[in-house]
C-alpha cells in the first residue's frame, strides 16, 4: 500500500485545542482531506488575530491617543509623524499634536489607535477554505500566519 506523507499526530503545540486532527480523521475521509480540514480550523483564527494586531498597530498618519497616566504626555491625542526605534529596540512612535510645533514621542505599545481599518474576517474565511498549501508550508503557516503566496 502507499504510505502517508502525514504524520498521525502534529509535532508541534497545537494552539487551539478545539477537534483534534485525529479526531477528524475518525469520523471519516482521507487523512489529507482531514489534515486540510484540521489546518484551515487552526489557520482562520490565528489569521484574524494577526489582522486585527496590524490594524490596531500604530503606523505614520493614524490618529493616536497616549495611554500615559502622568508626565507632560497625559491622554494627547495626534497624528503620528514618525516610527523608530528607541535605544534599547523597542519601537517609538513621534506625534504631532494640534497647536504643538514640536513631536511628542511615546513607546509605540503606550498609544492607541482611534481609527483603526476594519478587519474583513471574510476575506480571510474565504481564504483558508480556498487555500491548498503545499504540506512543506502549512506547518510554516501555522507558526507564523500571514497571508503568504509560496
Known sequence: GTSSVLPTEPSFPVPNHGTSLRRLRRSGGSSQAAALAWYRQQLLPQ???VAQARATAPRVGRQVRSLT???????????????????????RVGI?????????FLPARSVAVLDPEPVDEQALRT????????????????????????
Open 47 to 49: 489569521l484574524i488575530a
Open 96 to 104: 504631532q499634536v494640534a497647536g504643538d510645533d514640536a513631536l511628542r
Open 69 to 91: 497616566r502622568r508626565g507632560k504626555n497625559v491622554h494627547v491625542t495626534g497624528e503620528v509623524r514618525w516610527i523608530g526605534p528607541d535605544r534599547y529596540g523597542s519601537e
Open 127 to 150: 481564504y483558508t477554505e480556498t487555500r491548498r498549501p503545499d504540506w512543506r508550508h502549512a506547518l510554516d503557516d501555522l507558526a507564523a500566519p500571514g497571508l503568504v503566496t509560496h
